[in-house]
């Protein structure tokens, strides 16, 4: 089970199993197209850039800008699960410059927009918080209260994706 469901390893063994029957009836695609009947529309970077904006705007405004907003087709995603969040510093004189880069992994071009949504809050919240602790979760759930459920059907997004193919044809 463990190896078709890397996506899912992390939670209780009665959610695998709830999984793993989905998998096995092939109804994976069917529960995740009825939850989540389209993708989104952001699909070019500018409305990608837009759409993160307007949700920085609304929630963290005080915090360090963003200046780069992208699709990254070159994410691995067991490595960068869903996307990044990076400092990249340039010197420009005798001064060293930050800025911050959200990077989503490609294949979101295709998802439901409250997967898109869930990606983002959880790269904005690094803008606020660092680490994955309990202050984090707390100000993704403020921006999103449905958070943790969107990241297990994200997960579960992935595992169709890898055994089935899209969910959107």
Known sequence: MSAVLKYVQGYPLNIQQSVSDLVASEKLGTYLRNKYPEPHQMVSEKSLYDYVMGLKKRYIK??????????????????????????????????????QEIRIAGLFKQAPEPMLNMIVVHELAHLKEKDHNKAFYQLCQYMQPDYHQLELDTRLFLTQLELVGPLYK
């Open 62 to 99: 005080q915090s360090a800008p963003i200046s780069k907003v992208t699709y990254d087709n070159k994410l691995h995603l067991v490595k960068h699960a869903l996307g990044t969040h990076t400092y990249v510093s340039r010197v420009q004189g005798n001064k060293l410059k930050a800025k």
